[in-house]
């Protein structure tokens, strides 16, 4: 079936202007989450949404980051006035409810999208 | 606080080697989980494996192996007659539960060349 979507694949924009990245999980996943990852860097967590709980932000960096999910399905990871420093790979990740199962179960993984590259100029 | 060490910065290998690559974690909890990823040129990752806590059994999937020892804190693992698809970088995370959010290492680069 279809994998984790997002858009735009790459955002080139000005310092100071506010950017939108979107992402589509998989169909009935219930959690989703933001990761950035920055050049040679490993992945750093940003905020993750999980059914109707209220979503884990402990990870953004500034409040001039925000994330929305919109019916439990497609979420919006928006930067106001952006710096060069945001400059990274933005990556979303879905997953099921965990079910225990085995060392290769699907129901909790993580699966990610391509990611949203945004370059700050 | 959570962490995760993955020393190995680059690793180089020629095709049909064997290869390791060790994960260090550090965690204070008694339940959590720890993952494997794969980042091959694409950029995508992948998932390769899930391990909770209490299964400290032994993985093996075909070239790939994973050997889990909580006394040592770590979760390496091992290509075995590497390929020059395996090329690609390489991400051991940790989280507390089964979902939320993931600790992840900084990456192993993994080269094999034919």
């Known amino acids: 079936g279809a994998g984790v979507s997002q858009s735009p694949s790459n955002k080139v924009t000005e310092k100071g202007k506010d950017v939108e990245l979107r992402c589509d999980p998989i169909?009935?996943?219930?959690?989703l989450y933001w990761y950035r990852q920055s050049l040679g860097q490993g992945l750093e967590f940003l905020i993750y949404?999980?059914?109707?709980?209220?979503?884990?932000k402990s990870g953004l960096p500034s409040d001039r980051f925000s994330a929305e999910r919109t019916g439990g399905s497609v979420s919006t990871l928006t930067i106001q006035r952006t710096q060069q420093e945001d400059s990274a790979v933005y990556l979303c990740?879905?997953?099921?409810?965990?079910?225990?199962?085995?060392?290769?179960?699907?129901?909790?993984?993580?699966?990610f999208g391509p990611g949203t590259r945004l370059t700050v100029l | 606080a959570q962490k995760v060490t993955q020393a190995q910065t680059e690793i180089s290998v020629v095709e049909k080697e064997d290869v390791t690559l060790d994960c260090v974690y550090e965690?204070?909890?008694?339940?959590?989980?720890l993952f494997w990823y794969k980042q091959p040129p694409s950029g995508e990752l992948v998932f390769l494996i899930r391990?909770?806590?209490?299964?400290?059994q032994n993985e093996i999937s075909g070239r790939y192996s994973w050997n889990f020892q909580k006394s040592t804190s770590s979760f390496n693992f091992t290509i075995t007659a590497s390929q020059v698809v395996d090329s690609a970088v390489y991400f051991c995370?940790?989280?507390?539960?089964?979902?939320?959010?993931?600790?992840f290492g900084d990456g192993t680069t993994l080269t094999v060349k034919p």
């Open positions: 990740a879905s997953s099921l409810v965990d079910t225990g199962q085995g060392p290769y179960s699907s129901t909790d993984t993580q699966y």
């Open positions: 169909s009935g996943h219930t959690a």
């Open positions: 949404f999980q059914g109707n709980s209220a979503p884990d």
């Open positions: 965690t204070r909890d008694t339940t959590y989980y």
């Open positions: 391990r909770n806590s209490f299964d400290e």
């Open positions: 995370a940790l989280s507390n539960t089964n979902a939320g959010k993931s600790t």
